[in-house]
T-cell receptor, first 112, second 115 residues
Framework: GEDVEQSLFLSVREGDSSVINCTYT??????LYWYKQEPGAGLQLLTY?????DMKQDQRLTVLLNKKDKHLSLRIADTQTGDSAIYFC????????????FGAGTRLFVKA | GAGVSQSPSNKVTEKGKDVELRCDPI?????LYWYRQSLGQGLEFLIY????????KSGLPSDRFSAERTGGSVSTLTIQRTQQEDSAVYLC?????????????FGPGTRLTVL
């Protein structure tokens, strides 16, 4: 079945850029998402990208999509301690009635 | 409020007991998801309801787990004969399930502890 994979941990220093990577298997994916989960809270949508786009920028966030390799990344510029959270990659496509499938999440640690 | 609500927020139970977890989705959202998030683990899909279609139960880990959604709104996740490995945070989410970008709105979760 469809799968979304991410590395589990990433540690960066405050002020550096963070890059969180994700791979997926569903070639019919039409939308790819990044969600953020802060401690003790549910997930919240950060940003999304349509599959016919290569890049989307939103303030400190840059999403890159390589559809050929089924690779998605989230870059956070000037990472702050408040960015410490778990980041989930997700995809939705024609399979399963547009059911969204999530990766396991990458825990980002930001060191002061 | 207008968000997804879940109850109870915390549940402590003894091994072997049954538990029911409730989710109130955002009004008008046709899609509803249940997930499980274990300590140190990622997000595990459990079940997906979409309108009046048969639910996608492919993520339920065993036949001790079941869920229903009454009237296309409130959903209940039931775990029978709970085991210690069932201890986790159970998250519910709802969405409009648009064929465009479909944001899922998550509830705060129910933290289940099985002693």
């Amino acid at each position: 079945g469809e799968d979304v994979e991410q590395s589990l941990f990433l540690s960066v220093r405050e002020g550096d850029s963070s890059v969180i990577n994700c791979t997926y298997t569903d070639s019919s994916s039409t939308y790819l998402y990044w969600y953020k989960q802060e401690p003790g809270a549910g997930l919240q949508l950060l940003t999304y990208i349509f599959s016919n786009m290569d890049m989307k920028q939103d303030q400190r966030l840059t999403v890159l999509l390589n559809k050929k390799d089924k690779h998605l990344s989230l870059r956070i510029a000037d990472t702050q301690t408040g960015d410490s959270a778990i980041y989930f990659c997700a995809e939705a496509g024609n399979t399963g009635g547009f059911k969204t499938i999530f990766g396991a999440g990458t825990r980002l640690f930001v060191k002061a | 409020g207008a968000g997804v609500s879940q109850s109870p927020s915390n549940k402590v139970t003894e091994k072997g007991k049954d538990v029911e977890l409730r989710c109130d989705p955002i009004s008008g959202h046709t899609a509803l998801y249940w997930y499980r998030q274990s300590l140190g683990q990622g997000l595990e899909f459990l079940i997906y309801f979409q309108g009046n279609s048969a639910p996608d139960k492919s993520g339920l880990p065993s036949d001790r787990f079941s869920a229903e959604r009454t009237g296309g709104s409130v959903s209940t996740l039931t775990i029978q004969r709970t085991q210690q490995e069932d201890s986790a945070v159970y998250l519910c989410a709802s969405s409009l399930n648009n064929r465009g970008p479909d944001t899922q709105y998550f509830g705060p979760g129910t933290r289940l502890t099985v002693l």
